[in-house]
């Protein structure tokens, strides 16, 4: 895998959150959901980071997820990736809506939402937080609206923790008739993306257990089970 | 090099620590040394599923790390990965993860018939009396060479002493179990990082003249700190977190 080393432009803040702005030698094919893992060149920091993409403009891109305090302009970052599997927009999807359940960052879901505008989808975001930086083509709803997604989405992009999934899939839930693709972005640390399949990202699905790094970030909400298989 | 690394088979006193290599030496781990063993991630009998409760944790100076070892358990790792490790250029230690005796023996048996694996690294369960330790590790006693992972601060000299007639060819310490508070929730979890660096200096120390060769097997996080404790006496240093990084 690639590593690039490049220095931090700028930071901006985008939807409450720092995101780092980086101008990149080459922009390779990043997926929405997809991951890149740093590390600082100082080694200040002990465990590698997660960082999503937030928008890509030019060779110029937006990263958010896991900056540190003292990354400041200028400060040389080793980049790898990007990594994983990210989401899977449906081409035909008209709806699509957006949810972290105001308990992840939604700078991650922002590639999600430009692509579905892009495709002429209607786009509404689920949330109660207030947020300055999103498109005026995205409608805002109440979190509390989001079992009525079931009902008129096509497609739910969500970020959660393991810790929020069930309660995800309890409102999701639907007796008969169709429902919405869901797709998670399984906020959890990915320390080693999956280099020694460390297991500190496990996630376990209706398969067997998989790893966030290497088999995710992003997965089918109906592919997830509880974790009635884990120990101590 | 000195005579414990000839004794231990390995022609670099280098080596990552059991659980940040996963089952085959990665080509860009940050560690600029020759490595002269490769230490699998640890393997239970069984498929063994990640900790309920498992988290990552920084504080100054390291992290707590707790994942539950997961597992494939011995038969898969073997078919997957053994055909591999036979084709590496250096040597591999498996750590192995039992909780009695029996089941021991017969993943020692399996593996003594696996080309190109050298030695067995073997982690004590939590909670063991020191008769159940004892009895443990003399239950691994067979063809390869038998290394017990002690925890830094958990090297008790009633354990040290009995170690070279239960038949282990050397000792490992490492990293020390802690807890940090989530909210008032207790997170348990083994403690990584440079901040144990110094305690592990002062350990390797105190073992000077020890019987069986001593490897370091936490607070190492460069080359300076490996050469410290290979000065300090270990025979073999071996790098947890700083192999993730890059």
Request: net charge negative; aromatic share 6%.
């Amino acid at each position: 895998m690639k590593t690039q080393q490049v220095a931090i432009d700028s930071l901006v803040q985008v939807n409450n959150e720092i995101c780092l702005h980086l101008s990149l030698t080459s922009i390779p094919m990043v997926g929405p959901g997809q991951y890149f893992q740093v590390c600082d060149a100082e080694d200040d920091l002990l465990l590698p980071g997660v960082l999503h993409v937030c928008r890509v403009e030019g060779n110029s891109v937006l990263l958010c997820g896991e900056t540190h305090k003292y990354w400041l302009p200028g400060t040389e970052l080793h980049l790898r990736g990007p990594k994983g599997n990210g989401f899977h927009l449906p081409p035909l999807a008209k709806r699509v809506a957006l949810t972290t359940l105001d308990r992840s960052s939604l700078n991650p879901l922002m590639p999600v939402a430009n692509l579905a505008l892009q495709m002429g989808a209607e786009v509404t975001l689920l949330t109660n937080r207030p947020l300055t930086d999103l498109p005026a083509e995205i409608e805002v709803l109440a979190l509390d609206e989001l079992e009525t997604v079931k009902g008129w989405a096509d497609y739910l992009a969500a970020v959660s923790t393991c810790e929020n999934l069930p309660a995800l899939q309890r409102k999701m839930q639907v007796s008969s008739g169709n429902k919405p693709l869901v797709e998670v972005l399984i906020d959890t640390p990915m320390i080693c993306a999956e280099s020694s399949a460390c297991g500190a990202c496990a996630v376990q699905t209706r398969k067997g257990w998989r790893l966030a790094c290497k088999d995710g970030p992003v997965f089918k909400l109906d592919d997830l089970a509880l974790e009635e298989g884990a120990h101590g | 090099m000195d005579e414990w690394s000839s004794e231990l088979g390995i022609n670099s006193p280098w080596m990552n620590a059991a659980g940040f290599g996963g089952f085959l030496p990665q080509n860009d781990v940050s560690v600029s040394k020759p490595m002269g063993a490769f230490v699998t991630n640890p393997i239970s009998a069984q498929p063994r599923s990640p900790a309920r409760d498992r988290a990552v944790k920084p504080y100054a100076g390291g992290f707590l790390l707790h994942t539950g070892y997961p597992s494939a358990g011995l038969k898969r790792v073997l078919q997957e990965y053994a055909p591999k490790w036979r084709r590496l250029p250096l040597p591999v230690w498996v750590h192995l993860l039992a909780e009695e005796g029996r089941e021991l023996q017969l993943m020692l048996r399996t593996l003594e018939g696996v080309e190109n694996v050298e030695a067995i690294e073997l982690g004590l369960p939590p909670g063991l009396d020191e008769k159940e330790q004892a009895n443990l590790i003399a239950s691994a006693r067979g063809e390869l060479p038998l290394f017990i992972c002690l925890s830094l601060g958990d090297l008790r000299p009633t354990v040290l002493e009995k170690l070279p007639g239960l038949g282990a060819s050397g000792l490992v310490i490492s990293a020390p179990r802690g807890i940090m508070m989530k909210g008032r929730k207790a997170i348990h979890g083994r403690l990584y990082g440079p901040a144990l660096h110094p305690q592990l200096l002062s350990a390797l120390r105190d073992l000077r003249g020890y019987s069986l060769p001593v490897l370091a097997g936490c607070g190492i996080f460069s080359v300076e700190q490996g050469e410290a404790a290979l000065d300090c006496g270990a025979a073999a240093v071996q790098v947890d977190g700083w192999c993730w990084k890059f």
